[in-house]
């Protein structure tokens, strides 16, 4: 029998004999240090510190000793943290109870248990698995997302009263795997070249004895991948330019709340952005400061000075003056108020419920100004209803917040975030709610092709979020969904006809930009969330499938970042210090705010960003904000533009999320002060 290659080098090694019962991998505090001392250099990945942090292991104690314990049938996974290891042998004793599992937002169509081992795991949808399946079968499998293709399998009469000892070994292509110290599947793949490792469960069952270890030269391959991987982003990141500080305002004198810049007028604005704060003297309203902390106006909450503070402005020129309005939703009903002195001009309260609301008061998260008129500009303003199941009635008011009409969807509901755009090119902007379209007249034009009939339900079954446009130059206009369970939708935006679907986990975040310069059109970005949190899928304008990677288990992307001028764009992740930072579409991580001179070290570093990055300082490429130690600095680009051409995307400050950069190029534009110091590193 052919023998496994000798270990020398332990990666990670569970210590659950000596681990208290109870609890673990629970998302707090103390759970953690737990984890980090009985399970050192592994985490559990498919639990979201806050949505959802806890899992369903315990500790327990049976007549071979202390166990992990999943206790439901429920997804979870516990693997190492390093993705440079290739060469390795994961390891693992399992005891599986039941036979059966239950469909979940991973896996919509799960009913039998698998319980075992993963190896170079590449984000929590893409990796190799040896597992005990049902009731009387050993398998090994490469998954990507929904297809599990079964590289060997073995009929084996699983026993619920012991253990059985699982263990994997890869090399370059080859796979070896052995179920009770007996070699059984001997195979080559090479799917996946590298990963992490550990163990993966969706039923009732026990684990013992995990261990990742690798030999000499599997610890050599693995030292030469951290290499080439270090030395390949060093010089990326020296390729692009640095962040240095450019301004910073106390905020002890400016207040407290949601933070934004933008240019008061809409067009050909050479002026310098303002900055607009949701606090008035760290009270509920806004105030207005230019660039130099100078306090231009303040105004109180319009219906109560002592009610909520404000949960949402977008601005948008609503009367046809060139100035842009604010667009505020309060607690208490919404406004639209002067950005010039913050006067108001209209309010109201927020409308009685529509008939599928389960509350009083119609719940309402998000405001959108739009041109249903076709005048150029903004003279409605729309509304949903949300809820975690989606939404089912959107209410259109005119510009002194009259109503002007309502509907309520059929099947399916609206996500949490709609859109508005000219599809189909009247001069007037169509709303899509969900998977449905409407002209400015309240008339369905249409639904997506056959959504009624989708059954990827669990998490809801509405799509989060849409984005139309124009992705391909000169192409039909088309809509980009987040589709929940049923991943990446891309439909005709003229008729609703479905083109493209990629089921690629919970899809939540859809953001469209000029992610690939050497690529046609614009790129469309899908993050993924519940029990796939952190998965970020990159598409062509037609849908094609152009790059993946998991760059922390939390975020659903971000916005993007012209912060080259070059026609690429980065996306800004905040999600967690390990992610904290620009990263571009193949999953280099170009810019690590952890290193930034702002902080004296990375354990320092906060994960605090305030405001949607743009133009402050007067060139079209972006500046970013953070709030540190009760001060608000702006970080700009350490050097001017000098090419004769500069890439100026087109934004939409009236939506702002989901986020779309429509490509425009102009001519070389100078920022207006560069007085900028040197980039700096820790400590100076």
């Known amino acids: 029998m052919m023998e496994p290659i000798h270990t020398t080098k332990i990666i990670a090694k569970s210590e659950i004999d000596g681990c208290p019962l109870g609890f673990i991998f629970r998302g707090s505090g103390e759970d953690r240090e737990k984890e980090e001392k009985y399970f050192p250099g592994m985490e559990a990945p498919l639990n979201h510190p806050h949505w959802f942090s806890g899992t369903y292991f315990y500790i327990i104690e049976d007549e071979e000793g202390k166990a992990l314990e999943n206790i439901a049938k429920h997804e979870a996974t516990i ?4 993705f440079h290891l290739a060469d390795y042998r994961v390891e ?12 979940n937002c991973d896996d919509e169509y799960c009913l039998v248990a698998r319980n075992g081992v993963i190896f170079r795991m590449q984000d929590l949808r893409r990796y190799y698995q040896f597992c005990l399946e049902g009731y009387d079968r050993v398998v090994l499998y490469m998954r990507w997302d929904y297809n599990r293709a079964v590289l060997a399998e073995e009929r084996f009469p699983v026993d619920p009263s012991r253990y059985h000892h699982l263990a994997a070994e890869v090399k370059g292509n080859c796979i070896r795997c052995w179920c009770d110290d007996r070699l059984i599947f001997d195979v080559n793949d090479n799917t996946y070249s590298q990963g992490v490792a550990g163990i993966r469960t969706n039923s009732i069952c026990r684990f013992r004895d995990i261990c990742v270890s690798t030999w000499d030269e599997g610890y050599s391959v693995y030292l030469s991948n951290v290499e080439s991987s270090q030395k390949k982003l060093a010089e990326l990141r020296e390729s692009i330019p640095k962040a240095v500080i450019w301004k910073d305002f106390d905020l002890s004198k400016l207040g407290t709340g949601r933070v934004h810049f933008f240019k008061q007028k809409v067009e050909n604005d050479d002026s310098d952005a303002v900055l607009l704060m949701g606090s008035v003297k760290n009270k509920n309203g806004l105030s207005l400061f230019n660039l130099n902390a100078e306090l231009l106006w303040e105004a109180q909450n319009p219906f109560d000075p002592q009610g909520s503070g404000v949960g949402e402005f977008k601005f948008a020129d609503v009367d046809g003056d060139g100035i842009k309005e604010i667009v505020c939703l309060w607690g208490e009903g919404m406004s639209i108020q002067r950005s010039t002195d913050g006067g108001l001009v209209a309010k109201a309260p927020f409308p009685k419920p529509g008939p599928y609301s389960r509350g009083d ?6 405001i959108y100004p739009g041109d249903l008129e076709g005048t150029g500009y903004y003279q409605s303003i729309v509304i949903k209803d949300d809820s975690p199941a989606g939404g089912w009635t959107f209410w259109v008011y005119d510009t002194s917040l009259n109503l002007k009409w309502t509907r309520t969807l059929t099947l399916p509901a609206m996500g949490h975030n709609i859109n508005l755009h000219d ?10 709610a969900g998977y449905h379209c409407y002209n400015g007249d309240g008339e369905k034009l249409w639904t997506v092709e056959r959504c009624q009939y989708w059954d990827a339900i669990q ?11 124009e992705f391909i130059p000169g192409g039909e206009k088309r809509a980009a969904y987040a589709g929940g369970g049923e991943g990446f939708v891309l439909v005709d935006a003229t008729n609703g006809k479905l083109l493209r679907k990629e089921r690629v986990g919970h899809a939540q975040g859809v953001i469209v ?8 059109g614009h790129q469309i970005l899908i993050g993924t969330r519940h029990q796939n949190y952190g998965i970020l899928c990159y598409f062509s304008g037609d849908g094609e499938p152009i790059g993946r990677y998991q760059p922390d288990y939390i975020s659903q992307g971000g916005p993007t970042v012209n912060w080259t001028g070059d026609g690429t764009e980065y996306v800004l992740l905040t999600t967690s210090k390990r992610a904290y930072g620009l990263w571009d ?5 170009v ?4 290193e930034l001179p702002l902080y004296p070290d990375a354990s320092s570093a906060g994960v605090n960003f305030v405001s949607h990055p743009t133009d402050i300082t007067g060139d079209p490429r972006d500046e970013f904000a953070i709030i540190y130690q009760g001060r608000l600095f702006i970080f700009t680009p350490d050097k001017q533009w000098e090419r004769d051409k500069i890439y100026a995307p087109i934004r939409n400050e009236r939506v702002i999320y989901p986020a779309i950069s429509f490509e425009r190029w102009v001519e070389k534009v100078l920022r207006k002060s560069d007085n900028l110091p040197a980039p700096c590193s820790k400590g100076e």
């Open 79 to 82: 693997v190492t943290k390093d």
């Open 92 to 103: 693992a004793s399992v005891r599986q109870f039941i036979f059966g599992s239950l469909p």
């Open 361 to 366: 008061v119609a719940n309402i998260n998000h």
């Open 423 to 432: 599809v189909d090119n009247d001069g007037r902007e169509e709303i899509l």
């Open 459 to 469: 998490g809801a079954r509405h799509p989060d979020s849409v984005i139309a446009g």
């Open 513 to 520: 930009g000029k992610f690939d310069k050497d690529m046609p």
């Open 585 to 589: 579409r193949h999953g280099n991580y």
């Open 591 to 594: 810019m690590d705010f952890k």
